[in-house]
Every structure is written in structure tokens, then in C-alpha cells.
């Protein structure tokens, strides 16, 4: 079985300093890893995604996640928040057993941006 | 523009009346998606259709149908809707199994 933990529901930083969103995940099988974000009353958008190829991945709007397989960790950063950064944030693992995968959602990391 | 499209985008709805959500997609993906975003637990999958012609339950399914007749549409029903069914409920598709997920802006439902 396969779970993923948001380990902070809410974050706020101020516009300029770096961002950090903590997700852990548990998955009996090599999984693939994604973060999505959520702006209000928006559907939600793909940032990054983890396959197993190089542990450092790159996103979109600066953001970045690196996945460590010893904490069972994919956190995601920023070096610099920008005001149109506010939103939330979810992690997600998908376990690559079948045809298609079958997504698990965190509950979410809301972040407020503060001038 | 290329996307997922739903309808209605926001519905009061009386309890125990049928309701018929709609997602329709022009990217000719094979898999498409309903989930439920409810505060405090993410998105839960209620429905699936890894191609025109076949479904599956997902997580929560109770409550819901959906049909895939063609690769492009992708309607939910509840048949009798109830209060627990207050939610926020969007669409996706990907192509195929791949994890990456488009996502319509989301069906708000209240039922009372």
C-alpha cells in the first residue's frame, strides 16, 4: 500500500524568503512522485514530477523537489516566494503496479505569501 | 483552448433530486477522472475510465455513476443526491497511466 503525509496544512512566508513544503510518502513499490498546486477556485496544475530518473527535479516558477529514498521524503522549495505564489500545494504518489497508476493525494499545504 | 471543460460550475441542488455533472476534454486522452476535494482531505477519486467503453470505482463511489460512451465525455450522476455529497468535484484526464493529470476548474455542489 501507498500513502502520502503533508506533514504542515498551513505555511506562511514572506514575499523573498525561501518556501519549504514537507511531504512524506510510503509505497511498496518504486513510486512516482508529483507535486500539484491549487490557486483559489482553480483546477489543479502540475508543478513536478519524480520517475526515478535524477533525485534533484525541477519544476516549474522556480520551484524544486528533491527525493530521498532513505526518508522516504520529497519535499518541495523555493528560494524566493513570489506574491503569486500563495495557494496550496499537494503531494502525490502513484503506484506504477498497473496499466494505468491510481493516484494518492496528501491533504494539502495552504500557503499564504505576506508583503 | 485545449482543455478539460465542466458544467455546471456551481449547483444548489435539493436533497434526494438527480443531478448529472459534465467534463468534456479535446485532448483525446484514453483515461479520465472524477474527484472530490473536500477541506482537510485532499482529492478523493470516486470514479475512473481508462478508455471510452470502460469505468471504474475509485476511492469513494458510492452514491455515483459515471458512463464513458466516447473518449471525449465523462459525466458523473447522483442519482439521489445527499447532503454528504456537498463537495468540490473535478474532472481530469491524462494520457494513460503517467501520473500527470489535467484538471478542469472544479463543479461546486451543494445539496441541501
Known amino acids: 500500500a501507498q500513502s502520502v503525509t503533508q506533514l504542515d496544512s498551513h505555511v506562511s512566508v514572506s514575499e523573498g524568503t525561501p518556501v519549504l513544503l514537507r511531504c512524506n510518502y510510503s509505497s511498496s513499490y518504486s513510486p512516482s512522485l508529483f507535486w500539484y498546486v491549487q490557486h483559489p477556485n482553480k483546477g489543479l496544475q502540475l508543478l513536478l514530477k519524480y520517475t526515478s530518473a535524477a533525485t534533484l527535479v525541477k519544476g516549474i516558477n522556480g520551484f524544486e523537489a528533491e527525493f530521498k529514498k532513505s526518508e522516504t521524503s520529497f519535499h518541495l522549495t523555493k528560494p524566493s516566494a513570489h506574491m503569486s505564489d500563495a495557494a496550496e500545494y499537494f503531494c502525490?504518489?502513484?503506484?506504477?503496479?498497473?496499466?494505468?497508476?491510481?493516484?494518492?493525494f496528501g491533504a494539502g499545504t495552504q500557503v499564504v505569501v505576506t508583503p | 483552448i485545449a482543455g478539460i471543460t465542466q458544467a455546471p460550475t456551481s449547483q444548489i441542488l435539493a436533497a434526494g433530486r438527480r443531478m448529472t455533472l459534465r467534463c468534456t476534454q479535446d485532448?483525446?486522452?484514453?483515461?479520465m477522472y472524477w474527484y472530490r476535494q473536500d477541506l482537510g482531505l485532499g482529492l478523493r477519486l470516486i470514479h475512473y475510465s481508462n478508455t471510452a467503453g470502460t469505468t471504474g470505482k475509485g476511492e469513494v463511489p458510492d452514491g455515483y455513476s459515471v458512463s464513458r460512451a466516447n473518449t471525449d465525455d465523462f459525466p458523473l450522476t447522483l442519482a439521489s443526491a445527499v447532503p454528504s455529497q456537498t463537495s468540490v468535484y473535478f474532472c481530469a484526464s491524462s494520457e494513460g497511466g503517467t501520473g500527470e493529470l489535467f484538471f478542469g476548474e472544479g463543479s461546486r455542489l451543494t445539496v441541501l
Open positions: 485532448m483525446r486522452h484514453n483515461a
Open positions: 502525490v504518489v502513484i503506484v506504477t503496479t498497473d496499466s494505468w497508476g491510481k493516484l494518492q
